[in-house]
């Protein structure tokens, strides 16, 4: 076994560090990366050297978080979907601003609970591929996030990707086996794809 320790050589400038060679955060040919150390070293400067204890919470940000989504949700509720994907953009946008220290759980929910919030806003104003992309990356981050199969199946139905609206809802269902919501979907979905299929064969 080698136990070699191989020096590495990097560099600081001002507040951040690089690799000595190439003056880079990320270097390839060095193969280093001091992307999480900067990121640490810059968060550990706005609190001045007041270290919290382990799993501290930011409890003002977490109330702006939760104040922009619920008021993404009224307007949502209030057929306002533009300032709704606008308001749930910034409490995403702000729960990636939570201090390192804290639980990633706490992102992880924010963030896939606003995105899946997005996706239903998309689909309001008929933005299929965006109220994909956001159930998606909802889904992604909670993978048990029944709502975001739902809304996920329903946009790719609407983009005629039936196959795969069949499999979002049917791995939905493997979470809520009961959800009626999701047997309507999986059943209209499975029917347009034997529609679209006879259609192709006819062809």
């Given at each position: ?13 001002g507040?951040?560090?690089y ?6 955060e990320t ?40 104040s ?19 308001l ?19 992102t ?9 919030n997005?996706?239903a806003?998309h689909?309001?104003?008929?933005s ?21 199969y739902?809304r ?9 990707r039936?196959?795969?609206?069949v ?11 009961s ?16 529609k ?8």
């Amino acid at each position: 076994m080698n136990n070699t320790i191989k020096p590495v050589d990097l560099m600081i400038d001002g507040d951040m560090i690089y690799c000595r060679p190439h003056h880079l955060e990320t270097c390839s040919k060095c193969n280093l990366d001091f992307n999480s150390l900067n990121a640490l070293h810059k968060s550990l400067l706005q609190i001045n050297g007041d270290i919290p204890p382990p799993n501290a919470i930011n409890q003002k940000l977490a109330n702006q978080i939760n104040s922009l989504r619920e008021e993404g949700n009224k307007y949502y509720k209030a057929q306002n979907y533009p300032e709704a994907i606008k308001l749930y953009s910034l409490a995403i946008e702000m729960a990636f601003q939570r201090p390192v220290w804290e639980p990633c759980e706490l992102t992880r929910r924010d963030v896939s609970t606003c995105l899946i919030n997005r996706a239903a806003a998309h689909m309001a104003i008929n933005s299929w591929l965006n109220a994909y992309i956001d159930a998606e990356w909802g889904i992604r981050i909670k993978p048990d996030y029944v709502k975001g199969y739902f809304r996920k199946g329903k946009a790719l139905m609407e983009m005629k990707r039936y196959d795969e609206a069949v499999q979002a809802f049917e791995i939905g269902l493997g979470f809520e086996p009961s959800d009626k919501s999701l047997k309507d979907a999986l059943d209209e979905a499975r029917k347009l794809k034997k529609k679209s299929e006879d259609r192709d064969n006819f062809l």
